[in-house]
């Protein structure tokens, strides 16, 4: 490949991650020489982009490097002819996201971002907005490569899988965490580190971690992990029972805390609720924080602050995953993409979440050793279903179908929460679902 | 066919319902020409098998038929050359009932004798007594079927098909007791109704009802059922959400109220318990007034009082499937049997509930028109990995794979109620649970 | 279902089966009872319609049942509002079946009306009229049901499956006829007789076949049939290999000579051809004849002479299917329908031949009981192969698609071959094929 | 992995190729360290070993390397904890190659080393030898991997993964051998070109044909290759239409030829064997003149006059493997390994020849992007069908799955010649196979 030039849009621009991400590009700028960085945002974030895009500009100015930042609402004009789109967007900001964790519990059911009914509300919000992105990237820069940070992340690359030609690739900070983890625990270079994972978003296990080749799974299962880390910042770190990790023989993501110990973490978020508010409220304050800090003026690095906010090794995984394409490299790196046929206990249209070779054309799955056995193979399927259905709410608007996926998610216990639960939703997130008018 | 005179073994011959069973037998005469019918019981269920057989000899005896009844404990010499096996045996009595029943509310979870952790219970001290009864067959009686009423029928099935080579079917009434439930609701003979089923024993929906080839399932589900009739003795008769019934479009069978309504059904089950005790502790008492009835020595038919027993229609489909199979007759019934490729959902080697050609060869599924949209999808599967756990770990007794299957079992809630209602449950039946020493 | 009158139109309606068809409707009137019966044909076969349709008259009155007879050229006239529609049309009449069957042979092919590359040739010119006429009954007759008896059957069933709505089986006499044979060589009644088929339309085996219930197909094995009567017709009888259809465990159909004993039965072709020109040709002296009986004033029944034209039975399968699906009957016919499913190996959307459920919405396909072995399984799969590129070909004219087809034929030997034999087809019958131009 | 000194058994040592391998072994010890290499043979091969085994020697010795060449006519010795046992081997020697070619040419079919009824009496004479072997490394290096160049290497691979539990990678010259001539064509170094295959040994078709990372498939197809160079050196070159390849889309492997070129291959075939004799025959000539050559004392470095034998590019193709599976590479190789669903057209556990990330644990299928097409689907699993009928009867002996095998191969033409092919293959090659006495 003759080394192009590269044009980069960041859409959501404006948020506090980006500082991240800027880093990240000026590291690995020697493999990845970028011309144009477009940062573009909506006329609600103007004030945010342009804190923001002030820093950035220091950062790049700082590094010495020659790389244009430039800031936009003009979405279309970043899009055009760019080779990498990168969202990172938040349909009805965290006001949003409070509203998410909290109409479930209403109901004694699950309030989280992505997992349940919360996730479930932000995917109706987010898929139209991401779609009509796509359509201007079909028309703009049909050959670039969409690559989706924003939540729930299988589910909005599902929708562009099934209803766009967009080449896209969903990622998710927790596999590249884990690896780091790992790296941390057994003392070794992130780089000795491979793990097998097996699910989709936010619903995986790890049936292999190797380090230099040598699978220490085992060893990692009766260290009762959990309560050492392997979790990410915003899930409560309850510890597993060391019985059930042993009969599964492999180590579920933090997320499936939700699944395994729905009791627990019900209470824990309804504790949480009264005495701290929803996990949104919380982070609209470290975001608060983190502005006034971007806005000095003598700041031209990431501030050492932004970790608190979550989300940690984003960054690493965008840039890790924007370099391999544009360097063919084949490496194997864990994304969200279609599944055709990897995991044969669902359908081969669907997102999934599963080691990859990455090179020029984008990412390969790698097949897996095994087919999951029944107990994840279940799981999987039922969370599938609800999240095929909720891809299809998503698209079309049609109540029948959304009342149906939320009704199938393990997580919601019944028709009689799941439906006004849902009618909770579309009716709070009115001006933010067309679709359904 | 030449019409040979068949050999009948009933394996559990001295339950309170084989006096329907005599009843079928008796009015099918016709086109089923029994020679010898074999009670056989344990020897704790002696004195029941003396009072039920003696009853059927009324019975034979008034209607003139040369039908041999033989009561006997030896069970090998019931099966020995048998054209016709049935079982409907209850290892542990209805005391072991209660306790299944009674175990899981311990624990906020539904107790149900087929469904959840009760459900597993059962089959858990079933399936390994039915293998003993399969490998007996295999040995005594190869070309005989093994016609399955014992619950979980599903599960069982499911067992049999997995660990023997016996020809196998499993029955379940609430199909036939659907159809005559329409056929009543509609003003017709139930020759008129025929109904495609989709799913697994005790979960699964009608996705069409045909009255004379006329297709009223849109019908139906606007009249709300349910709360006319549509449902089986032994479940509490919540109406449908009649919006939901639209979304789904099919008809889910009474016990899905189980999964549709857990926090109505299990508040119902509790409230229950206290003021009734268990449904097992409820049958006792009726099934105590029966065997008063049938000692009645100038009693030679089925008495009414029968009927509040539950299980209606159990000796029709029974009847109707030997009957079906003895003349080749190549109609339409709803068994459970092996899915090789029916439900493309499920595994192959797994049991499905689906309408059947009967012929001598015995049961033939029918293709369904459409495979289960995701919701339905969604649920079977979930369900069906623990049935596929449940079925291994009864045949091995394996903790951790039983572990697993009431994980993942939608009905219990997580892995810190699953594992206590677990090890209740090996405590309180070690007695019937050899496999798990 | 309330019995309503029926209004049935056959297309090609001046064939020299008709009669056999007319004798079929009026001996099946009590339990079919139509009102109108449409005989459609195109102008060039007006004359031909012009005397069928008279004999089919007088056929009618001399049976004294209240049947119309209607004949046109307007066949939209003939399809609006009808119930079911009869298609057996040959496009390019028997000229083009001799040219079909001719130009292969220069290649040293087999050149066969159904199979190889003269039935490549019928499929093209056949289905884009088949989908001609799904058109107009999407749009005249959209509840009615099509029974295709148009050659290449199971082509032509696979294209209205893909590119249509129409409600369409595919029919074809080889099943029906095997039966009669059987019950023949047994000596009982067609009745008594079920055989299990596998395969698709033209290459297919059967896996069982039961005389009251008793499967005999072992012994039929031995008996070395096809040299005693288990053929059809226009395929020479050539013995099959004993050890070879023991090693097979199944019976293959007639047409399989042709892939068993390609050598053999291209010799005979060649030398065939030599003395008695095509067989297109000799069935043209044979339709003179036909013709010329049927002209006869006086003539009111189908005449003898009809069966020295092969097609036994056509009239028979027909009638059963139409009946069945009118009276609702769920009995089990032989019928070409889509595959979802049934035989794994194949893709859905294709058409296979199997044992199906008629009912008053369709059939509907008996499961199997066991998928096909290695052998019958990988040529059902590169004949399937072929047969899905010539329907895509057929479809949108597509040549690489065309040149595909032909060259993955197991009885078209090379590319070298291939490509002659296409561009022959594509000129010789250019005045058919529209959609290669 | 810490670096262990390796063991490494060649069976078949003897083999005129062993020379190219010692080269490869030296020219990748800075990343291999071999301590011990066993050259072992059987008896026969005494001669052939203790010269090529003294060649390996000096070869050695003139590198100045540690590496320790053991000669061996004791198997189990070599295999005893070895890391790595490669199998270069011919059952029968050259003379049982020359009946294989020349028994189906007898019968006017293809007779070939691999392909067709040739390759067929290879691999029942093959595999259970290797059958043995595995049994020897399941007992004596059960963590051994099994490098298999032993042809042919698609039906070895798949009876190994049938009936072993070894690990175990078939390996095939022709991918290497197509990267490296790519690398020549387009002047670039084979590192920069990227192939993706599809499909079985010695029957599949390249989808991708990428040089720094850009596709240049469709460039080639429209070069006409074969007649530039894109086969190996034992196929004659004759060229492809290019219509065909057009239609194709892809580029076909040499091999090939016999199916899409199977008059003229056969032929040429049929001339060659007239004018030289048989391959083998020829092959025998120049084995003989290349131990010539290694006798002389002098001689330390492989011959350049080895190339005339064909074969070219085995050695880089095992010792690529072997170094990335030692050192965790994890880049990509095309290996013969069980398909697991990567061809979703195949069974799962058949052998495919496709791209694999090589790690640590062995070969891992990377996914394909598009499941074939019809044409090369129908192709490969008629050709997959006769391959998992030969491995079953090589295993079993069993005459009538033998027969199968042989018919339902497209380049055996019918049960005419498909019995007699195998009756002689049976007669000739007696001692060779006990399994079938």
């Given at each position: 490949?003759?080394?192009?030039?590269?044009?980069?849009?960041?859409?959501?621009?404006?948020?506090?991650?980006?500082?991240?991400?800027?880093?990240?590009f000026?590291?690995?700028?020697?493999?990845?020489?970028?011309?144009?960085?477009?940062?573009?945002?909506?006329?609600?974030?103007?004030?945010?982009?342009?804190?923001?895009?002030?820093?950035?500009?220091?950062?790049?100015?700082?590094?010495?490097?020659?790389?244009?930042?430039?800031?936009?609402?003009?979405?279309?004009?970043?899009?055009?002819?760019?080779?990498?789109?990168?969202?990172?967007?938040?349909?009805?900001?965290?006001?949003?996201?409070?509203?998410?964790?909290?109409?479930?519990?209403?109901?004694?059911?699950?309030?989280?971002?992505t997992?349940?009914?919360?996730?479930?509300?932000?995917?109706?919000?987010?898929?139209?907005?991401?779609?009509?992105?796509?359509?201007?990237?079909?028309?703009?820069?049909?050959?670039?490569?969409?690559?989706?940070?924003?939540?729930?992340?299988?589910?909005?690359?599902?929708?562009?899988?099934?209803?766009?030609?967009?080449?896209?690739?969903?990622?998710?900070?927790?596999?590249?965490?884990?690896?780091?983890?790992?790296?941390?625990?057994t003392?070794?270079?992130?780089?000795?580190?491979?793990?097998?994972?097996?699910?989709?978003?936010?619903?995986?296990?790890?049936?292999?971690?190797?380090?230099?080749?040598?699978d220490?799974?085992?060893?990692?299962?009766?260290?009762?992990?959990?309560?050492?880390?392997?979790?990410?910042?915003?899930?409560?770190?309850?510890?597993?029972?060391?019985?059930?990790?042993?009969?599964?023989?492999?180590?579920?993501?933090?997320?499936?805390?939700?699944?395994?110990?729905?009791?627990?973490?019900?209470?824990?978020?309804l504790d949480?609720?009264?005495?701290?508010?929803?996990?949104?409220?919380?982070?609209?304050?470290?975001?608060?924080?983190?502005?006034?800090?971007?806005?000095?003026?003598?700041?031209?690095?990431?501030?050492k602050?932004?970790?608190?906010?979550?989300?940690?090794?984003?960054s690493?995984?965008?840039?890790?995953?924007?370099?391999?394409?544009?360097?063919?490299?084949?490496?194997?790196?864990?994304?969200?993409?279609?599944?055709?046929?990897?995991?044969?206990?669902?359908n081969?249209?669907?997102?999934?979440?599963?080691?990859?070779?990455?090179?020029?054309?984008?990412?390969?799955?790698?097949?897996?050793?095994?087919?999951?056995?029944?107990?994840?193979?279940?799981?999987?399927?039922?969370?599938?279903?609800?999240?095929?259905?909720?891809?299809?709410?998503?698209?079309?608007?049609?109540?029948?179908?959304?009342?149906?996926?939320?009704?199938?998610?393990?997580?919601?216990?019944?028709?009689?929460?799941?439906?006004?639960?849902?009618?909770?939703?579309?009716?709070?997130?009115?001006?933010?679902?067309?679709?359904?008018?």
């Open positions: 490949m003759t080394r192009k030039q590269l044009k980069i849009a960041v859409i959501g621009g404006g948020s506090s991650y980006t500082p991240e991400l800027i880093e990240g000026i590291h690995r700028y020697h493999e990845l020489s970028i011309r144009d960085l477009f940062l573009v945002d909506v006329e609600e974030g103007r004030e945010k982009l342009d804190i923001v895009g002030a820093l950035a500009k220091r950062m790049v100015e700082e590094a010495g490097l020659p790389i244009r930042i430039h800031l936009t609402m003009n979405r279309k004009e970043a899009i055009r002819n760019a080779d990498f789109i990168t969202t990172q967007i938040r349909v009805g900001l965290l006001e949003a996201r409070a509203r998410d964790e909290r109409i479930p519990l209403t109901y004694k059911c699950v309030g989280q971002e997992t349940g009914a919360g996730g479930f509300a932000k995917a109706l919000r987010t898929i139209p907005v991401i779609l009509d992105i796509c359509k201007e990237i079909e028309e703009l820069a049909p050959k670039a490569f969409l690559i989706n940070f924003t939540n729930p992340a299988g589910l909005v690359t599902e929708a562009v899988i099934k209803y766009s030609n967009v080449k896209s690739i969903g990622l998710c900070n927790l596999p590249i965490g884990t690896n780091m983890q790992i790296a941390k625990m003392n070794t270079d992130v780089s000795n580190v491979d793990i097998e994972w097996v699910g989709i978003n936010h619903l995986n296990w790890t049936t292999k971690i190797q380090v230099k080749g040598k220490i799974l085992e060893e990692i299962l009766n260290k009762s992990p959990g309560t050492e880390g392997l979790n990410v910042k915003n899930i409560p770190d309850f510890g597993w029972d060391r019985d059930f990790l042993r009969s599964l023989g492999s180590l579920p993501c933090g997320y499936l805390r939700y699944y395994y110990m729905s009791d627990k973490m019900l209470n824990e978020e949480s609720l009264e005495t701290k508010g929803t996990r949104a409220e919380v982070v609209m304050g470290i975001e608060k924080e983190l502005f006034e800090l971007y806005k000095d003026p003598v700041l031209n690095h990431k501030p602050q932004l970790e608190k906010r979550g989300g940690a090794y984003y690493l995984a965008a840039v890790n995953l924007i370099t391999s394409i544009y360097n063919n490299k084949k490496d194997i790196q864990t994304v969200n993409i279609e599944n055709k046929g990897i995991l044969t206990c669902l081969n249209d669907v997102s999934v979440e599963v080691n990859c070779v990455i090179d020029a054309e984008g990412a390969h799955p790698v097949q897996i050793d095994k087919q999951p056995e029944p107990h994840i193979r279940g799981l999987l399927q039922v969370v599938k279903a609800y999240e095929e259905l909720t891809v299809e709410a998503a698209f079309n608007g049609d109540y029948d179908i959304a009342l149906q996926a939320l009704t199938v998610h393990p997580l919601v216990t019944s028709v009689d929460v799941a439906k006004p639960i849902l009618d909770d939703i579309l009716k709070e997130n009115r001006d933010f679902l067309p679709q359904f008018h």
